[in-house]
Structures are given as C-alpha cells and as structure tokens.
T-cell receptor, first 115, second 111 residues
Framework: KAGVTQTPRYLIKTRGQQVTLSCSPI?????VSWYQQTPGQGLQFLFEYFSETQRNKGNFPGRFSGRQFSNSRSEMNVSTLELGDSALYLCASSSERGAVTGELFFGEGSRLTVL | SQQGEEDPQALSIQEGENATMNCSYKTSINNLQWYRQNSGRGLVHLIL?????REKHSGRLRVTLDTSKKSSSLLITASRAADTASYFC???????????FGAGTRLFVKA
C-alpha cells in the first residue's frame, strides 16, 4: 500500500505570494489532517477533513485554507505569504477508526521557505 | 497551548544504553500515542496506549501511562544509533478529529 504522498517536497516563495500544497492519503483513508511544524512552535494543527468536510480547524489566520476532494486528496493554500510561514507542512491521513483514536500516517512533508 | 509536554527536551546517550522520555498532558484522554520523527521527515506512529492500560510493550519500546498523574513515559532499551530522532507524545483533543502533539524530545544516540 502506498503511503501518504505530499507535493512539492520543497519550495521557495517570496512574501506576498501564495502557495498550494497537495496531499494524497493512503488508499482507503478518508480523513486528512494538516500540520505546520516550526522550530519555535512545534507541531501546530491546521485542519482536518473527512469526506470533503472540514471537521476541525486550528488557530490560524484566514490566509490558511484547505479543501478535500471526492477522492480524498487534499490541498492546502496559504495566501499573502509572510516570512513566518516558513515551515515544514505535514499531511497525515487516517482511517475512520484512526480518526477517532488519533492514529495518523504522515507524509514526508512540504518544506516551504518564504524569502 | 499544547496538550502534551515532553521531558527532557534533549537527551544524549551512548549506544546500548536505555533512553527514557516523559510526557505530561492536561485533560482526560482515551488513549495516548508516541511518534518518532527523523530529522526533517514525516512522523511515524510507534505505539498507542489506552487509558485503561498501565503498560505496553512493542519490541524495544516500553510505554507506561499514569492517568492519575496525567503522564506517560517511553523507554527505549538497548538504544542504537538509528534511534536518533525526535520523539513526540500525542493525544486526541476532547473536541475530536484533532491530534495534539507535545514539543518533543530530541534523542541523540552516540555510536
């Protein structure tokens, strides 16, 4: 079974630009969560989607948005990038049971650098 | 604020020694999990312990849970250089559908 796939793995943007990150979950997993990881703040929850519906959202400004498609693939978008958005963005998928227990399967992440 | 907080923040040991990491959390839980992250990579799920369990083993890993103290510990026995990584405890937010991670313990195992 293929794991969670995130694209792109690395990207560099400048302040004010926007970025879209993609995540393909493990086949059969319908829950997708996104996290931002920085050295100062650690792993911060962004949002969770299940069957195209956002079920939970973290404490991030409206510049951070996401969506999930009918095939469970998910995208997140960050608009008007700021230097502080530089981070490793991690996507995780889980089965329905995993979404209840918290057992997540992570991708390798997309490392975003904002200049 | 984060649900789980690990202690110590960093740990350096020799190969063959045991490594113990501790985690404290704030609210009641149904289960607690430990994850591992190699530098700059994704997290890997190691073990889940339920609130009605006190101890759980998986290979060289031993996890304990004390719900009265709201704490858990992860013991890695006979550590190897390949165990060098960051280790995180995680719990499910009471609102559901949101796993919260602690700040992590950075383990360095010297060969």
């Amino acid at each position: 079974k293929a794991g969670v796939t995130q694209t792109p793995r690395y990207l560099i943007k400048t302040r004010g630009q926007q970025v879209t990150l993609s995540c393909s979950p493990i086949s059969g997993h319908r829950s997708v969560s996104w996290y931002q990881q920085t050295p100062g703040q650690g792993l911060q929850f962004l949002f969770e989607y299940f069957s195209e519906t956002q079920r939970n959202k973290g404490n991030f400004p409206g510049r951070f948005s996401g969506r999930q498609f009918s095939n469970s693939r998910s995208e997140m978008n960050v608009s008007t990038l700021e230097l502080g958005d530089s981070a490793l963005y991690l996507c995780a998928s889980s089965s329905e049971r995993g979404a209840v227990t918290g057992e997540l399967f992570f991708g390798e992440g997309s490392r975003l650098t904002v200049l | 604020s984060q649900q789980g907080e690990e202690d110590p923040q960093a740990l350096s040991i020799q190969e063959g020694e045991n490594a113990t990491m501790n985690c404290s959390y704030k609210t009641s839980i149904n289960n607690l999990q430990w994850y591992r992250q190699n530098s700059g990579r994704g997290l890997v799920h190691l073990i889940l312990i339920r609130s009605n369990e006190r101890e759980k083993h998986s290979g060289r890993l031993r996890v304990t849970l004390d719900t009265s103290k709201k704490s858990s510990s992860l013991l890695i026995t006979a550590s190897r250089a390949a165990d060098t990584a960051s280790y995180f405890c995680a719990t499910l937010d009471t609102g559901g559908f949101k796993t919260i991670f602690g700040a992590g313990t950075r383990l360095f195992v010297k060969a």
